[in-house]
């Protein structure tokens, strides 16, 4: 099984499938552990942030020292990458825990074309501005090759994807094209708390079980 983004959902996704007993987990996520996210990545401590250590080996290791037998391949770099494609290329099933709009687009590519099943979960935190939050929402979407994907459910726009492509392939384009008012930012940050996490990867991982086990 593959996990693509090693953060708030994809370290809880990780660690609730290496103790349900998975064989071999391929993570993939090119960032590294940072202060602010020390309070919502699983197994990550202040330690990892100080010496800016890469999610994915800090959750092989945890999960490695679990002792139930899972290999973990940890691949530090962007989906992107060739490495990480055809890792997650030979996955079986694969989840999907990012942020990013053509992360997910190749992710739901990626599934269809290796005919892998795709779970993927998304989270958003409103603020009401003065402090507090209007509205908590999450989502599970589950991806099966060669019917409905994440574009045709409507959960991103082909200009979301368009802006989001930019942005990560030429970031001073991106950022003319906002200040010419042609594109919306694709890019913003929304506070995550890690029971809300909790509840939806876990519901994730549930609906994989259900999937296979047919209760």
Do not use: W
Not at 20 to 45: A, M, P, W
Not at 176 to 193: C, L, T
């Amino acid at each position: 099984i593959g996990v693509v983004g090693c953060s708030g959902t994809g370290s809880i996704v990780a660690e609730l499938l290496a103790r349900l007993g998975v064989g071999s987990l391929v993570l993939v996520d090119h960032d590294r552990v940072e202060y602010k996210n020390v309070n919502r990545i699983l197994n990550s401590t202040t330690e990892h942030a100080k010496n800016k250590v890469h999610k994915v080996d800090m959750l092989k290791k945890a999960i490695e020292s679990f002792g139930l037998g899972t290999e973990v391949t940890a691949i530090s770099d962007d989906l992107h990458s060739y490495e990480a494609y055809l890792a997650i290329a030979s996955c079986d099933i694969v989840f999907g825990g990012m942020d990013t709009v053509d992360g997910r687009h190749l992710l739901n590519r990626i599934s269809t074309y290796f005919c892998s099943a795709y779970f993927d979960i998304g989270i958003r935190l409103d603020a009401d501005g003065k402090g507090g939050i209007n509205e908590i929402l999450g989502r599970v979407d589950y991806i099966q090759p060669g019917l409905s994907s994440l574009l045709s459910r409507g959960r991103y726009t082909l200009e979301q994807l368009k802006a989001a492509d930019l942005a990560r392939t030429d970031p001073e384009e991106y950022q003319r094209q906002i200040k010419e008012g042609y594109i919306k930012s694709a890019n913003v940050e929304s506070p995550a708390v890690i029971s809300i996490n909790m509840m939806f990867s876990s519901q994730a991982v549930t609906e994989l079980l259900a999937r296979l086990h047919t209760f």
